[in-house]
T-cell receptor, first 111, second 113 residues
Framework: RKEVEQDPGPFNVPEGATVAFNCTYS??????FFWYRQDCRKEPKLLMS???SGNEDGRFTAQLNRASQYISLLIRDSKLSDSATYLC????????????FGGGTRVLVKP | EAQVTQNPRYLITVTGKKLTVTCSQN?????MSWYRQDPGLGLRQIYY???????DKGDVPEGYKVSRKEKRNFPLILESPSPNQTSLYFC????????????FGPGTRLLVL
């Protein structure tokens, strides 16, 4: 089983719609979670950290479910510019807090 | 402008010909790391460095070397490249470690023939 798993997609989303997707992680000791965004052939950039109580940043909402070991990202009112691959990132506490990246979920927002 | 730079951005080489990919950051970050990204496998860490003269293996270090003689630079060395090292490579830096925001360079696309 992969340490961090994501549905690769693509999620085809009409402009203005809401899309949500999850990421599951296997290490129950993980404490830090992030979503990074990666545009085609570009470098990843931090989108948001994920806090225990859930957090929102504009149209983006991240949630953490420790019991089921997954995090989620919801995008409201999707824009064309939201088209990207979203990478789930989880820390490995027993390995000096190195990061494990998921394979990414591709989102395509269409007019 | 705060940034991480990598050179070269694209490289085609042949098996066994030593190469170095440079990485430099101007943010005075302590932590630097190298990743490779392959389809279906996500980003995998090759090596990381917590500080000058301190480096350690990541998840896929075989076939690579690094050095950290100065805070700002963290070159990745392939002593004898092989075709399975064909990949997209990213250098990243952060203030103090893995839990901080990672700032990635633009990537180096390497093809080993």
């Amino acid at each position: 089983r992969k340490e961090v798993e994501q549905d690769p997609g693509p999620f085809n989303v009409p402009e203005g719609a809401t899309v949500a997707f999850n990421c599951t992680y296997s290490n129950s000791a993980s404490q830090s979670f992030f979503w990074y965004r990666q545009d085609c052939r570009k470098e990843p950039k931090l989108l948001m950290s994920v806090y225990s109580s859930g957090n929102e940043d504009g149209r983006f909402t991240a949630q953490l479910n420790r019991a089921s070991q997954y995090i989620s990202l919801l995008i409201r009112d999707s824009k064309l510019s939201d088209s990207a691959t979203y990478l789930c990132v989880v820390n490995k506490p027993a390995a000096g807090n190195k990061l494990t990246f998921g394979g990414g979920t591709r989102v395509l927002v269409k007019p | 402008e705060a940034q991480v730079t990598q050179n070269p951005r694209y490289l085609i080489t042949v098996t066994g010909k030593k190469l170095t990919v440079t990485c430099s950051q101007n943010m005075n970050h302590e932590y630097m790391s190298w990743y490779r990204q392959d389809p279906g496998l996500g980003l995998r860490q090759i090596y990381y460095s917590m500080n000058v003269e301190v480096t350690d293996k990541g998840d896929v270090p075989e076939g690579y070397k690094v050095s950290r003689k100065e805070k700002r630079n963290f070159p990745l060395i392939l002593e004898s490249p092989s075709p399975n090292q064909t990949s997209l490579y990213f250098c990243a830096s952060s203030l103090a470690g893995g839990l901080e925001t990672q700032y990635f360079g633009p990537g180096t696309r390497l093809l080993v023939l």
